[in-house]
C-alpha cells in the first residue's frame, strides 16, 4: 500500500548529466496502477530490520545468565522505550498497551528507512537502489492515515461514539467546521512534514554529488551526519504526534473516575488513623476502670 499509487509522486532525486531529475522511480505498471518499486523493496528493507532489532533485543533481555551485561544497541532501544513510556503516560495518565508499541515502532521504522538514504548504493546516476522510502509521499500519507485511524478507534473506544464526537462541538458548537477541517488536516500535516524534511535532504545530497569529487568529499560528510540528525528528530517528532493526538483523543475520559478514586484513597487511608487513636485511648481508659 505504501508504495501504491495512480501516478508518479516525488520520491526519489536522481543526479544525471548535470542536473537533478525529481519523482523517478523502478516502476512497474499493473492493471492501470503504477507500482514504486524502489519504495516498497526499502520499505520492506526497513520493516524487516525494526523486526530483527525486535527478536534481537527480546533474545537479550530473557537470556538465561544471571548477569544481563546490555550492549549500546540495547541501551538505544531500551532508552527509546523509556522515553515513549514517559511522554505517553504524561498525555494518557498511563502506560497504554497500544501506544507505546505503535509509537517504539514508528519511531524506529522511520528513523531505519530515513537513514537508508545515507547508504552508498548507486550504481549509476539512473539508478538509487536504497532511496528512503519516507521521502514518498505515498509511504507518509500511509502511515499518517494509520495513525489517525487508529486515534479515532482510541477515542471511540474510550469515550464511546456520542461522547467522542461530542468533541467536535467544543467550546461552541459553531466550532464544528473548523474542529472537522482540523481533524482533517492532522493526517496531511503529519506526513507532508516528514516527507518534505527527508525529501530536502534528497535533493542536498543530489546537488553535492554534482559537485567533483575532490571537492564534494567534505561537504558530502558533514551534511550526512546533518541528515542523520534531521532523520533521527523527523522519526521523534512522528512518534511524539501520534502519542499526542492519541492523547487528544482520550483527553478527559476517566478524569471523574480518577478524583473519585484518589478521595476514596485519602478517606481509606484516614479511617484506620481514626481507629488506631480510639484504640489507644480505650488501651489507656482500660487501667483506670479496673
Given at each position: 500500500?505504501s508504495?501504491?499509487?495512480?501516478?508518479?509522486?516525488?520520491?526519489?532525486?536522481?543526479?544525471a548529466a548535470?542536473?537533478?531529475?525529481i519523482?523517478q522511480?523502478?516502476?512497474?505498471?499493473i492493471?492501470?496502477?503504477?507500482f514504486?518499486?524502489?519504495?516498497?523493496w526499502?520499505?520492506?528493507?526497513?520493516?524487516?530490520?525494526?523486526?530483527a532489532?525486535?527478536?534481537?533485543?527480546?533474545?537479550?533481555?530473557?537470556?538465561?545468565?544471571v548477569?544481563?551485561?546490555?550492549?549500546?544497541?540495547?541501551?538505544?532501544?531500551?532508552?527509546?522505550?523509556?522515553?515513549?513510556?514517559?511522554?505517553?503516560?504524561?498525555n494518557?495518565?498511563?502506560?497504554?498497551?497500544?501506544?507505546?508499541?505503535?509509537?517504539?515502532?514508528?519511531?524506529?521504522?522511520?528513523?531505519?528507512?530515513?537513514?537508508?538514504?545515507?547508504?552508498?548504493?548507486?550504481p549509476?546516476?539512473?539508478?538509487?537502489l536504497l532511496?528512503a522510502p519516507?521521502a514518498?509521499t505515498?509511504?507518509?500519507y500511509?502511515?499518517?492515515?494509520?495513525?489517525?485511524?487508529?486515534?479515532?478507534?482510541?477515542?471511540?473506544?474510550?469515550?464511546?461514539?456520542?461522547?467522542?464526537?461530542k468533541?467536535?462541538?467544543e467550546?461552541f458548537p459553531?466550532m464544528?467546521?473548523?474542529?472537522i477541517?482540523?481533524?482533517?488536516?492532522?493526517?496531511?500535516?503529519?506526513?507532508?512534514?516528514?516527507?518534505?524534511?527527508?525529501?530536502?535532504?534528497?535533493?542536498?545530497?543530489?546537488?553535492?554529488?554534482l559537485?567533483p569529487?575532490?571537492?564534494?568529499w567534505?561537504?558530502n560528510v558533514?551534511?550526512?551526519?546533518?541528515?542523520?540528525?534531521?532523520?533521527?528528530?523527523?522519526?521523534?517528532?512522528?512518534?511524539l504526534?501520534?502519542?499526542?493526538?492519541?492523547?487528544?483523543?482520550?483527553?478527559?475520559?476517566?478524569?471523574?473516575?480518577?478524583?473519585?478514586?484518589?478521595?476514596?484513597?485519602?478517606?481509606?487511608?484516614?479511617?484506620?488513623?481514626?481507629?488506631?487513636?480510639?484504640?489507644?485511648e480505650?488501651?489507656?481508659?482500660?487501667?483506670?476502670?479496673?
Open positions: 500500500m508504495g501504491l499509487t495512480s501516478g508518479t509522486a516525488p520520491g526519489d532525486v536522481v543526479a548535470g542536473k537533478i531529475e519523482g522511480h523502478v516502476e512497474r505498471h492493471g492501470g496502477w503504477t514504486n518499486m524502489d519504495t516498497i526499502t520499505t520492506l528493507i526497513a520493516g524487516a530490520i525494526v523486526v532489532l525486535g527478536f534481537w533485543a527480546r533474545s537479550r533481555l530473557t537470556r538465561p545468565e548477569d544481563h551485561v546490555p550492549s549500546k544497541l540495547q541501551l538505544v532501544w531500551e532508552g527509546v522505550v523509556r522515553e515513549v513510556n514517559t511522554q505517553v503516560e504524561d494518557l495518565g498511563r502506560v497504554h498497551p497500544f501506544v507505546v508499541p505503535l509509537a517504539v515502532s514508528l519511531f524506529f521504522f522511520i528513523l531505519i528507512a530515513n537513514w537508508l538514504e545515507l547508504i552508498p548504493s548507486e549509476n546516476h539512473h539508478l538509487h532511496p519516507t514518498d505515498n509511504l507518509t500511509a502511515m499518517a492515515i494509520l495513525v489517525m485511524v487508529g486515534v479515532w478507534i482510541f477515542g471511540i473506544r474510550q469515550k464511546g461514539v456520542k461522547g467522542y464526537f468533541h467536535f462541538l467550546p459553531v464544528l467546521p473548523l474542529n477541517l482540523e481533524e482533517l488536516t492532522k493526517p496531511i500535516t503529519l506526513a507532508l512534514r516528514l516527507f518534505g524534511n527527508i525529501f530536502a535532504g534528497g535533493i542536498m545530497l543530489s546537488v553535492i554529488g559537485i569529487f575532490y571537492a564534494s567534505a561537504p558533514l551534511w550526512k551526519l546533518f541528515d542523520m540528525a534531521i532523520g533521527g528528530i523527523q522519526a521523534f517528532i512522528f512518534a504526534l501520534a502519542v499526542l493526538y492519541f492523547g487528544m483523543a482520550g483527553a478527559g475520559h476517566g478524569d471523574d473516575e480518577t478524583h473519585d478514586q484518589d478521595a476514596h484513597v485519602d478517606s481509606s487511608a484516614d479511617r484506620p488513623r481514626d481507629v488506631d487513636e480510639s484504640a489507644e480505650n488501651s489507656t481508659r482500660a487501667p483506670a476502670l479496673a
